[in-house]
């Protein structure tokens, strides 16, 4: 929470406000901003944008600039070109403008979906453990939430899944592949059984998609247009985080039904003329991919030989334990200088793959740890 002391209304508290009661006692998202040296805690790609990049960005931001009197292009055709010229070269999926949407970070995809397709009087499913704003969203929206189980190694059953799916019928199904925060991506033949077992919308947040051996559910668009959605982000092997664009790829009416809800110039000219240099410099950025792909299996391999128990990743980040105290631990990593996620499982940390240099401070750290776990 922001510091208040001296501030006007600084004596006033939520129990004052008339806030809405189903918001009562909740918790906002709330990864820890903290001003440590090695920051491995928000799975963001640990490399920033290449000079080249930043001047191109720069120049893109001043040609705008020219017009920032004027509201931004409301509906973002020519950035939701550009992306749908990426993931269509990236999957092979001939997808074009009307299948593609555009907004603040995948955050706000998922709100204006959970606006349109959820809310009062309807249910979201999820499979825990798994992306806490899902949760969030969802209570924001007013949509009730339904989490059903993965199996004990964080992997999902796809029987298990579609039998969840039958017996809460929800209006969105969240399928998180790679999963995060446990890391494991599910195979498009498990996900076409529980699309067709599902009666509503099935986001597909592939949030973490350009690090995963599978293939995209983007490549089953076609077999399912009527309920699927693909949600993807700049925020992670883009280096864009800062930026905020997310994004998706549906079938067309999808799309009209977001423009019901979305506010309108939600994507500022700024934003979407920096997001385009971005994709313009994409596979200078991505080439990063397979560094921190590479460097993402030195890290299991050391920290196995380290004693840790490693949950297999397909993504940016590895879930590990099993720690006595998961809290305690995390301090100690921080007492170190490393800042990582305790992201409230029982027994497990979850650390960002970053730099080589990031990542032995994280393994000299985790000597330390470890070994006092061990004792
Ligand atoms: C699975 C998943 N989905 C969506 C997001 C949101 O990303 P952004 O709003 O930055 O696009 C994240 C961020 O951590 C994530 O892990």
Redesign the pocket.
């Known amino acids: 929470m922001t510091a208040v002391a001296g501030a006007i209304g600084c004596d006033v508290t939520l129990a004052n406000l008339p806030l809405r009661d189903d918001l009562r006692g909740r918790s906002p998202y709330g990864a820890p901003q903290l001003d440590v040296a090695v920051r491995l805690n928000?799975?963001e790609n640990p490399y920033p944008p290449p000079p080249a990049l930043v001047a191109d960005i720069a120049a893109a931001v001043q040609q705008e600039a020219r017009e920032l009197h004027r509201y931004p292009d409301r509906d973002a055709v020519a950035l939701r070109t550009d992306l749908a010229g990426y993931l269509a070269g990236r999957t092979r999926v001939p997808l074009t403008v009307a299948n593609m949407w555009a907004a603040?970070?995948?955050?706000?995809?998922?709100q204006q979906l959970l606006q349109a397709f959820g809310g009062p009087g309807r249910s979201a499913l999820g499979f825990t453990p798994?992306?806490s704003?899902?949760p969030i969203i969802s209570a924001g929206t007013r949509t009730q939430w339904i989490p059903a189980p993965r199996r004990a190694d964080f992997s999902l059953d796809p029987a298990g899944a579609v039998a969840a799916v039958q017996a809460h019928r929800p209006d969105v199904l969240f399928v998180?592949s790679p999963?995060?925060?446990t890391g494991q991506s599910i195979p498009p033949a498990d996900l076409a059984a529980v699309l067709a077992a599902a009666p509503g919308i099935v986001v597909v947040?592939e949030?973490?998609g350009e690090f995963s051996s599978e293939h995209s559910a983007v490549g089953l668009l076609g077999q399912f247009p009527d309920r699927l959605v693909v949600?993807r982000?700049?925020?992670?092997a883009f280096a864009f985080?800062g930026g905020?664009?997310?994004y998706l790829a549906a079938a067309p009416a999808v799309v009209d039904a977001l423009l019901l809800v979305r506010l309108p110039y939600h994507l500022s000219t700024l934003t979407q003329a920096a997001a385009r240099a971005a994709l313009r410099h994409g596979s200078a950025t991505l080439a990063s991919v397979a560094v921190l792909v590479k460097e993402r299996a030195r890290v299991i391999a050391a920290l196995r030989d380290l004693g840790a128990q490693v949950v297999p990743s397909d993504a940016n980040f590895v879930l590990f334990g099993r720690f006595a105290d998961a809290p305690g631990a995390w301090r100690r990593y921080l007492e170190h200088g490393v800042l990582i996620r305790d992201v409230g499982i029982a027994g497990h940390l979850r650390v960002t793959v970053g730099t080589p240099a990031e990542n032995d401070a994280f393994l000299a750290a985790s000597a330390a740890v470890l070994a006092l776990e061990a004792l």
């Open positions: 928000t799975n603040n970070g995948s955050n706000e995809i998922i798994s992306y704003m899902h998180t999963n995060n925060p947040d949030a973490y949600c982000t700049m925020s992670k985080a905020r664009l997310g």
